[in-house]
């Protein structure tokens, strides 16, 4: 595949990420919260988010492992922040989670499986053919803005993820209301800390695939923020009215 291909499927999923987008103003990805037996049969929630989210080292790792070119130190780096996300949302997340008996529809299982993989080839297949970073790329200001902002946003994601976490003592708690910074601004830190995390890794990378990545974690992480937001005000009398959905003081 030539970088013109290549880059012409980056576009074509930033299409995709875009008709994402339209769809969930439409109808929330019935899962979590939202889960409904509507979209057909149903599997054990931890494990659907474990065949959801490891598949996507796989297929970086295929690339990266299979290359005849060499990596740079800035490439193994991109790597690493990359497995160190996916280690957390693949093995250890879902094992930390309450949520014993809980359902996850298999045809969101699916869809969630192709976004990972489309994104795993994007960033695998890219630093395994085209990327050209030198160590110089460390001391650029993309790589120590976008580091920051990845390290913040994987801080405040798994920091939240273990408020929530910690409000259901046993697995048939129904949900409660989050208190505590970062719950006091926004409704839903956990997603936009992930949105900051790929928001850093995009501006680290400097490149249209992580681009791509970006912008669709967006177009599907944005629009769960806004209905989780909602649905909380909606269930909850005594919600806090000053609270927005995903960025503090805007929204």
Not at 51 to 67: D, G, N, R
Not at 68 to 73: F, G, I, T, V
Not at 119 to 136: A, E, K, M, P, R
Not at 199 to 209: Q, S
Request: proline content about 5%.
């Amino acid at each position: 595949m030539t970088q013109e291909q290549f880059y012409y499927f980056c576009y074509v999923w930033i299409g995709v990420g875009v008709i994402a987008f339209l769809g969930l103003q439409f109808k929330d990805a019935p899962y979590g919260k939202f889960t409904t037996s509507k979209w057909g049969p149903t599997m054990s929630n931890r494990w659907g988010w474990v065949i959801m989210e490891a598949f996507v080292l796989v297929v970086l790792y295929y690339f990266i492992l299979t290359s005849s070119k060499k990596l740079s130190a800035v490439d193994w780096t991109i790597v690493s922040l990359f497995t160190a996300h996916y280690i957390n949302r693949s093995f250890i997340y879902p094992f930390r989670t309450r949520t014993k008996g809980k359902q996850i529809p298999v045809s969101i299982v699916g869809m969630a499986l192709f976004h990972n993989l489309a994104n795993g080839f994007l960033i695998g297949y890219y630093l395994s053919h085209f990327s050209s970073y030198t160590n110089d790329w460390f001391t650029s200001w993309q790589f120590i803005v976008g580091i920051t902002l990845f390290v913040i946003g994987m801080f405040t994601n798994i920091y939240s993820d273990t408020v929530l976490i910690r409000l259901r003592k046993n697995p048939t708690d129904g949900y409660k209301i989050p208190f505590g910074r970062p719950f006091n601004l926004i409704s839903a830190p956990n997603l936009g800390g992930e949105l900051l995390e790929w928001i850093g890794f995009a501006i680290l990378c400097w490149n249209l695939p992580a681009f791509c990545f970006a912008f669709f974690t967006f177009c599907n992480l944005f629009p769960r923020a806004l209905a989780n937001h909602k649905w909380y005000k909606q269930t909850f009398a005594d919600y806090p009215k000053e609270r927005k959905a995903v960025i503090p003081f805007i929204c």
